[in-house]
Structures are given as C-alpha cells and as structure tokens.
C-alpha cells in the first residue's frame, strides 16, 4: 500500500491513463479533469475528489469505500454498478450528464438537488436515499427502486420508465407529467389508456 502524501493534486489534467497507471498517494484531488480515463475496477477508497469532473471515463465497479466526492460532476461517464452508498456522506455533493449508471446503488444517501440529466439509470437502487428537489431530466428509470425514498420536490416531467410506489415512498409537491402517470400507478393493477 502506497504512503499517502500531505500536498493534494491541484488543477491537473489526467488524460487516457488506465486506473492501474493512476498514482493514489496523493490521496487528495482538487480542481482535476479526468478525461477518457479507465478506471473501472478501480480502488479509490478513502480518496477525497473536490470539485473535479470525469468526463468519459470508465468507473464501472469503482470501489469508493470512504471516499470522499465533493462537487464533483460525471458526464459521459459509464458508471455500472458503483456502489455510491459507500462513499463518505459529508459533503457529498455530485451530478451527472449522460451516464451509463445501470445497477448503481444510492441508498441511504442525501442526494438533495442532484441533477441526473439524459443518463440510463436502470435497476439503480434509491432505497433510503433523500432525493428532495433532484432532477431527473430524459433519464430512463426502468427497474429503478425507489423504497422508503424521500422525493419531495423532485422533478421527473421529463423522465421515463419509472415505477414510484406512493405508499413507501415521500412524494409532497413532486412533478410529473401525465405521460409519467402510469409510473405512480402500475403497482395498482389499473390500466389506463
């Protein structure tokens, strides 16, 4: 294991490297771009991102125990599978521009006001997660759990696919459209046409 260093990255560019050529001693990284970076299967446990962005890159399966995301945006991004419920919840702070994030897990995250927009979000898991005010604008929310979800405010007008129980789950003052209806009531067995 690689002795983490006292002076954080600042302001640097990392571009096309593999996460097995991307040196973590650092431990901390301020204002840095990655861009078409590999990182998937990546071990950034216990690393702190602040305001950085991923832009292209590949974090399917990314291991983030501990780490610490701080305004940090993802676009174009495939993300499979990233188990975000495990990253340190102070200062969380994240969105996302059209992103693979299939079968990525949320749960029991504050996520208020994140913004999800164009990404395919299927099978991702927001059991627990406080989602008041986020945005999901043209995301696909096939398979998507939503359990015991706080989801006051939030905004899905432009989102599809989604299936919403409203019994376990918050939905005060939550937007929809009435394309989106069918979402909120196909666990009821009604059909509407």
């Given at each position: 294991?690689?002795?983490?260093?006292?002076?954080?990255?600042?302001?640097k560019?990392f571009?096309?490297?593999?996460?097995?050529?991307?040196?973590?001693?650092?431990?901390?990284?301020?204002?840095?771009?990655?861009?078409?970076?590999?990182f998937?299967?990546?071990?950034f446990?216990?690393?702190?991102?602040?305001?950085?962005?991923?832009?292209?890159?590949?974090?399917?399966?990314?291991?983030?125990?501990?780490?610490?995301?701080?305004?940090?945006?993802?676009?174009d991004?495939?993300l499979?599978?990233?188990?975000?419920?495990?990253?340190?919840?102070?200062?969380?702070?994240?969105?996302?521009?059209?992103?693979?994030?299939?079968?990525?897990?949320?749960?029991?995250?504050?996520?208020?006001?994140?913004?999800?927009?164009?990404?395919?979000?299927?099978?991702?898991?927001?059991?627990?997660?406080?989602?008041?005010g986020?945005?999901?604008?043209?995301?696909?929310?096939?398979?998507a759990?939503?359990?015991?979800?706080n989801?006051?405010?939030?905004?899905?007008?432009?989102?599809?696919?989604?299936?919403?129980?409203?019994?376990s789950?918050?939905?005060?003052?939550?937007?929809?459209?009435?394309?989106?209806?069918?979402?909120?009531?196909?666990?009821?067995g009604?059909?509407?046409?």
């Amino acid at each position: 294991m690689k002795k983490k260093s006292m002076e954080p990255v600042t302001g640097k560019v990392f571009e096309r490297i593999a996460s097995g050529d991307f040196d973590t001693s650092a431990g901390v990284y301020e204002g840095c771009r990655f861009v078409q970076c590999n990182f998937a299967q990546a071990g950034f446990s216990g690393l702190v991102f602040r305001e950085c962005a991923f832009e292209q890159c590949d974090l399917s399966m990314a291991r983030l125990a501990g780490a610490s995301l701080q305004e940090v945006r993802f676009s174009d991004c495939k993300l499979l599978g990233v188990q975000f419920g495990e990253c340190r919840k102070l200062l969380l702070e994240m969105s996302f521009e059209r992103c693979m994030m299939r079968l990525a897990v949320f749960v029991g995250l504050d996520l208020k006001n994140t913004r999800f927009s164009g990404c395919d979000l299927q099978e991702a898991d927001f059991t627990d997660a406080n989602l008041v005010g986020a945005l999901f604008d043209d995301c696909d929310l096939r398979l998507a759990i939503f359990f015991h979800a706080n989801l006051e405010k939030a905004d899905f007008r432009t989102a599809f696919n989604f299936s919403i129980p409203p019994e376990s789950n918050r939905l005060r003052k939550a937007k929809f459209s009435l394309h989106g209806l069918p979402g909120l009531l196909d666990g009821y067995g009604i059909e509407i046409e």
